[in-house]
Structures are given as C-alpha cells and as structure tokens.
C-alpha cells in the first residue's frame, strides 16, 4: 500500500492548527495522489449540506488504505474520561493514517485535536447529525463508507436512534463495518452497539434502585440492533456502570428478554473493553468491565408489572485490565460470582455489594 511513516509526517505537517485552514499545495498534492479517491472507489467529496455542520482537521481527501477486517474490532467505552490506550493501541496501528469520522448529534470539535494526536489519523472530522435528512444525505455516506475508523460520542441515545435508525447513516455504517473499519462509542455512543438496545426514549434514565420495584418501570424501553456486528450478537451493553450502580438496572433488562438469553455487558468509567471480531475481549482503562449471563441455576422468579424484580443466581464475570473472556464460547479463567436480585428489600443485591 503506502509508507506508513510518510503518511504520518505528511499528516503531522498537515494537521496544525484547527478548523479548515488549507494545508501547503505540494503537501496537499502529495497526499492527493496517495489518497486516489477514485482508486478507492467512493470518487470525490460530496458538497456538504449547508445545514449539516462540521468541524474537521487535516486532509480534506479520501486516504485509501488497505484494512484487514478480521484484525478490526469494536470499542465498547464506559463514559467520562476517555481511554487513551484504546486508541494509541488499536485503532493508530490498524487505519495507517486513514481517516477518523466522529459523530454525534450536539456538541463540538472536542474530539478531532485529541484522536488526531492519538491516531495519527490523515483526517478527523466532527458531523452533527441531529436530523434524519441529515442522516440520509450523500455527504454524511460518503463520510461513513470512506472512514477507517468511526466514533460515536456520548450524548442520548434517544436521539441518535430517532435520528439514524433505518437511514443511509445506519446503512453506510453496515457497509464500513463490513468493509473493516473500527466501530465504537463511549456512553450513549456505546449503548447503541449491542444487539438490543436500551433506548428511554427521551422519558429519562433507569436506576437501579427504582426499577428493581417494578418489572415494567416507565423508563425501561428498547429498539432493535443498530450495528448489526455478529461479535456483539445477542449483547445488550450498559455504561457508567459501576460508578452509577446500574447492577440492578443490567439485570433487569436482562429479565425482560429472558427468552433471547442475552450477555449484559457493562463498562465502567474511564474504561473501554476491545472486542475482537473473533469475539474475544480486552480491558483497557482504570476500572473494571462486568459480563453478565445466564445457565441452567439462574432463575427468574419474578418479572410481572407492577412487582418488584426477582432474580436468582445470575453469573457475573468482573474483567479487569489484563483479563480474558470469549463473548461467543464464555471462555474465560475468570472465576463467575452468582448475584441475586430482589427488589421487594432494603438492600436489593444478594451479596450486598454486588461488585
């Protein structure tokens, strides 16, 4: 394909400063006829609606690299400080200075200095996508087929499936997953990853200690697979988890598709859990990760509308940096803790630190 190295320094030169400065003509020329947009074949930039904002930094082509999508993976982050290592370790070495697309429905450029240093990406860029217009529009495809890697920042979950479900965004997502590409999000942007979706709906967040009361609580609600990633196939992924207490929400949702035998997957704060497309898992970051599963001693002893949640002997796995676990064959040398749930009590976890 290319020399790495040199579209790193040519990158490094490029990407001072912020915003669309033009870069040198011969630098600019240079990466011109590395990139060949229509080699890669998704042809030229489409004009940018001009509704559609965007913030972006470097080359403003399509650098064509070569990816491997058996080496690729999907970024499951917990929220609040991001991972640094993530993004030095996995995602810098795969997109050889490809192009980095960020997206979100409110908010700023936040993202483009920080994964530009990181990643050493040719490209980032910030779309605000806050329509589904916006969502089915040529510009916003282009941007997600020509990606090497694809952010979903945090927000509301709510939103980005209102905005993105069932558009070209969430079509061309599917293509670029296919193609290779490295998928992932923090927070709300890793909530819409999972095979089920836990989507509120604008109504407000479920906490633990509320729902455990009652099994059809207002604020528990779903939408259907969004990324449609076979690693993640029956997952439903929850955030902030240990530093907000969500045991008692994870299982709960569990509850509610008890027939699917779904993996909760939950990520804590300033951690991020790598998964490779052969399902295998990495913990990177400061806290832990939690997988919960059921088998043949779990049991569901109550899960009726306006009663409080029952649940017994539910396998929770805790990873930590350093851990290992197979998410298709729950192979793991982590030893597995049996929780409980009882949300007619005081104290609703059996133990009573159920972390």
Not at 67 to 94: C, H, N, Q, W
Request: a negative charge; proline letters at 4%.
């Amino acid at each position: 394909m290319f020399n790495n190295i040199f579209i790193f320094s040519l990158a490094a030169l490029l990407l001072q400063g912020c915003g669309n400065s033009p870069a040198e003509p011969a630098l600019q020329s240079e990466l011109a006829s590395m990139a060949n947009a229509e080699a890669c074949g998704y042809g030229n930039r489409p004009d940018k609606p001009a509704n559609l904002t965007r913030f972006a930094l470097g080359y403003t082509g399509d650098v064509c690299v070569t990816l491997e999508p058996e080496e690729a993976g999907v970024i499951l982050m917990g929220g609040s400080t991001d991972v640094d290592a993530v993004f030095a370790e996995k995602v810098r070495p795969y997109i050889q200075g490809g192009n980095v697309l960020v997206l979100r429905t409110e908010g700023g450029a936040g993202y483009n200095d920080y994964l530009l240093h990181l990643t050493q990406a040719a490209s980032v860029e910030t779309l605000i996508v806050d329509s589904r217009d916006k969502a089915n529009s040529e510009y916003v495809a282009w941007a997600l087929r020509s990606a090497e890697f694809i952010w979903f920042a945090g927000g509301d979950q709510s939103e980005y499936i209102r905005f993105w479900q069932n558009t070209r965004l969430q079509q061309e997502l599917h293509y670029a997953y296919q193609q290779g590409a490295i998928i992932g999000g923090t927070s709300a942007g890793n909530a819409i990853l999972g095979e089920v979706v836990y989507n509120p709906d604008g109504v407000g967040s479920a906490v633990s200690s509320e729902v455990a009361k009652d099994f059809c609580d207002a604020n528990i609600k779903f939408s259907g697979d969004f990324l449609q990633a076979p690693l993640l196939k029956g997952t439903l992924t929850d955030t902030h988890f240990k530093q907000r207490d969500r045991m008692g929400r994870l299982m709960t949702l569990l509850a509610h598709h008890a027939a699917a035998d779904l993996t909760g997957i939950g990520v804590s704060e300033k951690t991020a859990l790598w998964v490779q497309r052969n399902g295998w898992v990495e913990v990177l970051g400061q806290h832990e990760v939690y997988i919960l599963r059921v088998d043949a001693e779990t049991h569901y002893e109550q899960t009726e509308c306006g009663q409080p949640v029952m649940i017994n002997d539910l396998l929770r796995y805790r990873l930590q940096p350093g851990d290992r676990y197979q998410l298709g064959s729950h192979h793991t040398d982590v030893e597995p803790l049996r929780i409980s749930l009882d949300g007619s009590q005081s104290i609703i976890y059996q133990p009573s630190n159920p972390y």
